[in-house]
Structure formats: C-alpha cells, structure tokens
C-alpha cells in the first residue's frame, strides 16, 4: 500500500512560479514509475513530468522548458518546480505511482495508458492572467 500527499498548490500571477511536492509513504521502491499529472475543468487528465526508473524524467511538450521534476529519495518526495506559469496550466495537479519500473520514456508511456497504481487527492493550481 502506498500513501501520496501533495501540496505547494496556489494562486499566482502569469509568470511566476510555484513548487509542488509530493511525500510518499508506504512500499515506495526507488526505481517505481513516478510522476505529475494534471487535470484542468473540463479536460482529460494529462501526464505532466514522469520519473523513469533510470533517473531520467519525460515531460509533456507544453512544459518543457519551464517545468522540472526531481526527487529526494532521502525523502521519499517528488517535486515538481513550474516557472514561466501560464493560465493554461491551471489544474488539479496530482502525483501518482506505479509499482514498476522502467527506463526511457517507459514510464510516461505507461502512464498515458492508465498504468499508475495509486493517486494523491490533488494540489489545485491556479495561473491568473
């Protein structure tokens, strides 16, 4: 059983920047699929920034470049550091987990295909123009 907990979510203006973290607890193997997604009102849920067991992270094209993703496996905690917001990514951000892993992009297509074991319950994120 795994426990996700995300927060850091708020309200900020266009171009500016908030940190989500998400701690999770429980059978957290370190090279399990990891990640950020998101869902806005009225949209499918997207995979955002997902963490490939070998380290490396895959990115949802809108974010790249201002976007990043890393983990403290000290902590047990995943990040996710937005800079450059924009109203567009506006959305519940969610951190998920799959207990498998794999390299390369791997695990972001996992993840587009309903792959992820569990699910916290949403940090809202809210971009004003």
């Known amino acids: 059983q795994v426990q996700l907990m995300e927060s850091g979510g708020g309200s900020v203006q266009s171009g500016g920047s908030l940190r989500l973290s998400c701690v999770a607890s429980g059978s957290t193997y370190r090279r399990y699929c990891m990640g950020w997604f998101r869902q806005a009102p009225g949209k499918e849920r997207e995979g955002v920034a997902v963490l490939n067991s070998d380290g490396s992270t895959t990115y949802t094209d809108s974010v790249k470049g201002r976007f990043t993703s890393s983990k403290d496996y000290a902590k047990n905690t995943l990040y996710l550091q937005m800079n450059s917001l924009k109203p567009e990514d506006t959305a519940m951000y969610y951190c998920?987990?799959?207990?498998?892993?794999?390299?390369?992009?791997?695990?972001?297509?996992?993840?587009?295909?309903?792959?992820?074991?569990?699910w916290g319950k949403g940090t809202l994120v809210t971009i004003s123009s």
């Open positions: 998920a987990i799959a207990m498998t892993e794999g390299s390369g992009g791997y695990c972001y297509l996992l993840a587009t295909e309903g792959g992820m074991d569990y």
